[in-house]
């Protein structure tokens, strides 16, 4: 007689909280990245613009400092012609130099006066996304926070779990 033995395949279990606090904590860390990248671009943006400010002020230097070691020294001499007087030569001269250094410097804190360094928009914007989807997720708080509206053409936060996968996915892509 043979004995046979009915094997059953046990049904998959349901993920425990381990496994659950795990994808929460990878889906946190894509969503970190996300927000890391946009972050990046926005300091490279306010980097360029603190570079060409910064530039303006060096070229600003470098031709004050140009002007009143070269030119300085012609200039002077023809006005000392011109006005009959060494000293009022030298001092017309100085006075041309300074304004070609003001108007340079003058340009480059126009340059540094757009740069904003703690306001970054997009990322408060898609924080205050995160945020309000956490919140509904977990159902806390069914009203959005003012100034979180969505703007025209933007999608409203997401509702449900495979939203916020969603918007990790195509944001961490």
């Known amino acids: 007689m043979s004995v046979q033995t009915s094997e059953r395949p046990d049904p998959p279990l349901e993920p425990g909280w381990r496994d659950r606090f795990w994808g929460i904590g990878a889906d946190l860390g894509r969503l970190l990245e996300t927000r890391?990248?946009?972050?990046?671009?926005?300091l490279a943006a306010k980097g360029?613009?603190?570079g060409q400010g910064l530039l303006g002020l060096?070229?600003?230097?470098?031709?004050?400092?140009?002007?009143?070691?070269?030119?300085?020294?012609?200039?002077a001499a023809l006005l000392a012609k011109l006005f009959g007087s060494v000293v009022l030569g030298i001092l017309v001269t100085l006075l041309l130099d300074l304004a070609v250094a003001g108007g340079a410097a003058l340009l480059g804190a126009r340059r540094l006066s757009s740069l904003r360094p703690f306001d970054f928009p997009e990322t408060r914007r898609e924080i205050?996304?995160?945020?309000?989807?956490?919140?509904?997720a977990a159902g806390v708080g069914g009203?959005?926070?003012?100034?979180?509206?969505?703007?025209?053409?933007?999608?409203s936060p997401p509702d449900s779990t495979e939203e916020i996968?969603?918007?990790?996915?195509?944001?961490?892509?």
Do not use: M, Q
């Open 48 to 50: 360029e613009l603190l």
């Open 36 to 42: 890391t990248a946009i972050l990046r671009e926005e």
């Open 128 to 136: 205050d996304r995160d945020l309000e989807s956490l919140r509904r």
């Open 143 to 155: 009203e959005t926070p003012a100034g979180t509206e969505p703007t025209r053409g933007e999608k």
């Open 165 to 173: 996968e969603a918007r990790l996915r195509e944001g961490a892509g």
């Open 58 to 75: 060096f070229v600003a230097l470098v031709f004050g400092t140009i002007a009143g070691l070269l030119v300085t020294a012609l200039v």
